[in-house]
């Protein structure tokens, strides 16, 4: 999407505001957050920092991608430590997740007021406008996700369906459902056959029109383009060739398929891989390019 704003949630979004006659006509400024635990140095001691970034909805995303700071950090998230004794206790993790959501809470929390009465802004075109602030997506990885939505690992962020069965028809997970599950059941029950953790409160229960589970937007690096295509895929043909041929006869083929990544030819757009995929760590950039040409040359 060019513009965020375009999307189904912000018009749904819009349509909530206007049915209250306080906010209706004012304009929806969406807050879109993201947090990534980052090691700074290794070699140093202990560097780790935890920022926590924010944007608006209203940007663009080409005044986003370049530079021109719509992307602000706006707080370094804390970190408990504590011994060895205590490190995997189910109340130390308990304390440091929910020190986590009370930790947003307590920085958004100048924005509340804001998102249930209108104030006055002054907008970068330089005219003022009564704005309604909101919750927006929160970017996150599948480990913070799991943080965000107060479940358990290998648990599912936006739906009840069971690992070992994604193709099962089940609800998508709501506030309003978690409220009521964990009104209803033991800390026991919720965990084996919801995968939630009762104990906690999202920080998104703290604001109005806010739900965690909508929120959350998808990771695109982790779960499309590194997970489905190169932790998946190529590793699936990997597989394939080892089980269908043999180990020597799969190496010749596998060779085969480097030479025609390597052979193809300079074109705008796709970039060129002379040693074909064989690279120590892949990126993003890297997992994207070889999708381009990746399939053409394993149809040969």
């Given at each position: 999407w060019?513009?965020f704003?375009?999307?189904?949630?912000?018009w749904?979004?819009?349509?909530?505001i206007?049915?209250?006659?306080?906010?209706h006509?004012?304009?929806?400024?969406?807050?879109?957050?993201?947090?990534?635990?980052t090691?700074?140095?290794?070699?140093?001691?202990?560097?780790?920092?935890?920022?926590?970034?924010a944007s608006?909805?209203?940007?663009?995303?080409?005044v986003?991608?370049?530079?021109?700071?719509?992307v602000?950090?706006?707080?370094?998230?804390?970190?408990?430590?504590?011994?060895?004794?205590?490190?995997d206790?189910?109340g130390?993790r308990?304390?440091?997740?929910?020190l986590?959501?009370?930790?947003?809470s307590?920085i958004?929390?100048?924005?509340k007021?804001?998102m249930?009465?209108?104030e006055?802004?002054?907008?970068?075109?330089?005219?003022?406008?009564?704005?309604?602030?909101?919750?927006?997506?929160?970017?996150?990885?599948?480990e913070?996700?799991?943080?965000?939505?107060?479940?358990?690992?290998?648990?599912?962020?936006?739906c009840?369906?069971?690992?070992?069965?994604?193709?099962?028809?089940?609800?998508?997970r709501?506030?309003?459902?978690?409220d009521?599950l964990?009104?209803?059941y033991?800390?026991?029950?919720?965990?084996?056959?919801?995968?939630?953790?009762?104990?906690?409160?999202?920080?998104?229960?703290?604001f109005?029109?806010?739900?965690?589970?909508?929120?959350?937007?998808?990771?695109l690096?982790?779960?499309?383009?590194?997970?489905?295509y190169?932790?998946?895929?190529?590793?699936?043909?990997?597989?394939y060739?080892?089980?269908?041929?043999?180990?020597?006869?799969?190496?010749i083929?596998?060779d085969?398929?480097?030479?025609?990544?390597?052979?193809?030819?300079p074109?705008?757009?796709l970039r060129?891989?002379?040693?074909?995929?064989?690279?120590?760590?892949w990126t993003?950039d890297?997992?994207?390019?070889?999708?381009?040409v990746?399939?053409?040359?394993?149809?040969?």
């Amino acid at each position: 999407w060019q513009d965020f704003m375009s999307g189904d949630w912000g018009w749904a979004q819009a349509d909530i505001i206007s049915k209250d006659a306080d906010t209706h006509g004012s304009t929806f400024v969406p807050v879109i957050l993201g947090s990534d635990k980052t090691t700074v140095s290794v070699a140093t001691g202990q560097n780790d920092y935890y920022p926590l970034y924010a944007s608006i909805g209203n940007v663009r995303n080409n005044v986003r991608r370049a530079h021109r700071n719509a992307v602000a950090v706006v707080a370094f998230l804390a970190m408990p430590k504590t011994t060895k004794e205590h490190a995997d206790t189910p109340g130390f993790r308990n304390f440091r997740r929910q020190l986590f959501h009370s930790s947003l809470s307590f920085i958004l929390k100048n924005l509340k007021p804001a998102m249930t009465k209108p104030e006055v802004a002054r907008f970068g075109d330089g005219h003022y406008r009564r704005v309604v602030y909101g919750l927006g997506p929160y970017i996150a990885d599948y480990e913070e996700q799991v943080l965000l939505a107060c479940i358990l690992r290998n648990w599912c962020a936006k739906c009840l369906s069971p690992r070992g069965n994604l193709d099962a028809i089940n609800r998508n997970r709501t506030r309003a459902h978690a409220d009521a599950l964990i009104e209803e059941y033991d800390s026991g029950t919720l965990r084996f056959e919801y995968g939630l953790v009762g104990e906690l409160v999202p920080f998104t229960n703290d604001f109005p029109r806010a739900d965690i589970h909508e929120l959350l937007a998808p990771d695109l690096l982790h779960q499309l383009i590194k997970g489905a295509y190169k932790d998946h895929l190529v590793d699936w043909v990997e597989k394939y060739l080892l089980q269908t041929h043999g180990k020597r006869q799969a190496n010749i083929i596998l060779d085969d398929i480097d030479r025609r990544i390597a052979a193809v030819p300079p074109f705008p757009g796709l970039r060129r891989f002379p040693q074909g995929r064989h690279f120590k760590q892949w990126t993003g950039d890297d997992s994207k390019a070889l999708m381009k040409v990746y399939l053409p040359a394993i149809e040969g």
